[in-house]
């Protein structure tokens, strides 16, 4: 099937995502990040953005890639899901996607058991999965980041 849309491209370890040009405000070079006690596993911890304290979330660990450490050249997409915004580590951004050109297979046809996959370009130079952030935390992961940044809140960066 072909969907019109825009999508933001990224990187990470080699493999291409995107996300939806209308929940990404911006991409900038990463900083260090302070560590969030209490948060999820998928959460790497918080950064200050604009006066914003936000949650860094660890795409790596999401999708079963190996850790690693924040290196220079990494950046930041900051993004807005449903109920936040969001900053994801990534390795590099890709530029814009525009969907008339690319077919679009949705994600319940490839990848049932992958919520955080909301569906996959189909390029000429290969696929690009598109990654749905309002997926990436359980509700169990929400409130223990919600809990975890009210924390953060009453005691500072």
């Known amino acids: 099937m072909r969907h019109a849309g825009q999508w933001v491209l990224f990187f990470l370890d080699g493999g291409r995502y995107a996300l939806p040009l209308g929940s990404v405000d911006r991409i900038v070079r990463a900083v ?7 948060a999820p596993a998928t959460v ?8 914003q304290v ?42 814009l996607i525009e969907g008339s050109s690319h077919t679009v297979v ?13 569906g996959v370009i189909v390029r000429a130079d290969g696929l690009v999965l598109i990654h749905d952030l309002d997926q990436f935390l359980s509700a169990a992961e929400a409130r ?13 960066t």
């Open 144 to 156: 223990a980041l919600d809990d975890a940044m009210i924390q953060e809140a009453r005691h500072g």
């Open 32 to 38: 260090q990040i302070t560590p969030l006690p209490g």
């Open 54 to 95: 936000l949650p860094v979330f660890n795409l790596r660990r999401r999708f079963g890639l190996r850790d690693r450490p924040l290196r220079a050249h990494d950046h930041f997409l900051i993004a807005r899901t449903a109920e936040r915004a969001a900053v994801l580590l990534i390795d590099s951004p890709g530029g």
């Open 106 to 118: 949705d994600a319940h046809e490839i990848a049932a058991g992958m919520p955080h996959i909301s």
């Open 44 to 51: 790497l911890g918080a950064v200050d953005v604009a006066g």
